[in-house]
T-cell receptor
């Protein structure tokens, strides 16, 4: 079946270091979404990418959608303790009426 | 602002009990979803509904049923709770398509003893 692989599963960084999580789909996606879940919280929508090669920025967060629309990345510049949480990607593919979720990347930030 | 609420934040039930988890959204969204979240397994879709009285199985529907009698309310039912259904249950809704932006409720942490 259709899958979205997300790596790494966990990462711990020192505050101020950069962080990147990657998503790779087994199929071409019509869009990809990114969500953040703080510890003890629920997933919250961050952004949606639709176009091939699209790059979007939200302050220190940079989101990319690959040219083939099969992969995506989230890069955080100069992490802060407020970035702690699990980041999920979720893709929409073909006529599928539901999102295909990655397993998430859990980010820890040491102050 | 979209608000999705869930009936309980924490719930403890005994094996064999019938369990109802309720979810309400206040933004007239068409689609509603039930997920369970377990460590290392991400979000797994149990059921979703794209209209009142309509439902569709997700990836792990076994042991669960759902009900959507009103547009704003989507209930998840565990007919006979088992210990392997101990989990965090998250409800979500989307405005139109099933692949639209998902708005999640705060979650219900269910423990089955």
């Amino acid at each position: 079946g259709q899958q979205v692989m997300q790596i790494p599963q966990y990462q711990h960084v020192q505050e101020g270091e950069d962080f990147t999580t990657y998503c790779n789909s087994s199929t071409t996606l019509s869009n990809i979404q990114w969500y953040k879940q703080r510890p003890g919280g629920h997933p919250v929508f961050l952004i949606q990418l639709v176009k091939s090669g699209e790059v979007k920025k939200q302050k220190r967060l940079t989101f990319q959608f690959g040219e083939a629309k099969k992969n995506s990345s989230l890069h955080i510049t100069a992490t802060q303790t407020t970035d702690v949480g699990t980041y999920f990607c979720a893709g929409a593919a073909g006529n599928n009426r539901k999102l295909i979720w990655g397993l998430g990347t859990s980010l820890g930030v040491n102050p | 602002d979209v608000k999705v609420t869930q009936s309980s934040r924490y719930l403890v039930k005994r094996t064999g009990e019938k369990v109802f988890l309720e979810c309400v959204q206040d933004m007239d969204h068409e689609n509603m979803f039930w997920y369970r979240q377990d460590p290392g397994l991400g979000l797994r879709l149990i059921y979703f509904s794209y209209d009142v009285k309509m439902k569709e199985k997700g990836d792990i529907p076994e042991g669960y049923s759902v009900s959507r009698e009103k547009k704003e309310r989507f209930s998840l039912i565990l007919e006979s709770a088992s210990t392997n259904q101990t989990s965090m249950y998250l409800c979500a809704s989307t405005r139109s398509g099933g692949t639209d932006t998902q708005y999640f409720g705060p979650g219900t942490r269910l423990t089955v003893l």
